[in-house]
Each structure stands twice: as C-alpha cells, then as structure tokens.
C-alpha cells in the first residue's frame, strides 16, 4: 500500500525537486509579495527546433504560483491555469520568474505569474486558482 502523502514540497517534484534526475530543480526566494526564480533552458526543453516547448513554459509558471500560494501559508492544488504566450523563448535565454496570490478566500487562492527575459520583456503570463487543501489533507 502507498504511504500518504501530505501536500508540501518534495525532492522528486519535477519543477523543484533537488533529486529528480528528469526535474528542472527550480528554487525559489519570497520576497514577502512575491516567489522568485530564475531558469535558462537549454535544448532538452525545446519543442520546434531551438524554441521552448510550451509545457515547459507553463510547468515553471505553475510552480513557480504553487510557490507564491505556499510561502503565503496556502497548501494546495492548481485547479485552472490561463496561459497567455507572448513571444517565442529560444534555447539558453534566460527567464525570471515571478509569481503572487491575488486573492485569497476559504477554500481557494486565485495567483498570478509571468516570465521575463533578462531586459524585462514579459513572454508568458498566467493566472490560475489553487483549491486549498485540508490540514492534514493527504493522498
């Protein structure tokens, strides 16, 4: 039988898990609004030749707004997620990522994040909302 699990970080996560050897091992710093990270694709994240893949564009916007809704003392799991790509993102350019709860309510928290290269030019943005799990929720 599986052990159960509660909803926290986890080193096989596959965004921020320090031992998953497939993972993109993101870290984040709260700067009391806001979860921030950096992350430089390389070409085992592309999708056409020398462009990004989507899927990974969005799976650092999820983490990194799962981030913002955990250091602001919300546990839980994205439910939706609006994805609005603004330009390609080719191998190597650097992305900041940045992440905040915009609301936040008994049951669900409503985040916000966006990818940035390095002169400020935002090339994806999301919002999404995170059901808030139980205390002890587990499974």
Known sequence: ????????????????????????????????????????????????????????LTTLLDEAMAYAAYFDNVAGVTATMEIKFRRPVGVGQNLMITAWVTRKERRFAETGAQLTLADGTVVTEARATQYLARKGYSF
């Open 1 to 56: 039988m599986k052990d159960k699990t509660e909803i926290s970080p986890t080193d096989m996560c596959f965004g921020c898990g320090a031992n998953n050897p497939c993972g993109i091992k993101l870290r984040f710093d709260w700067d009391g609004k806001k979860a921030i990270s950096s992350f430089t694709p390389t070409e085992y994240h592309q999708g056409w030749q020398n462009i990004i893949h989507g899927g990974i």
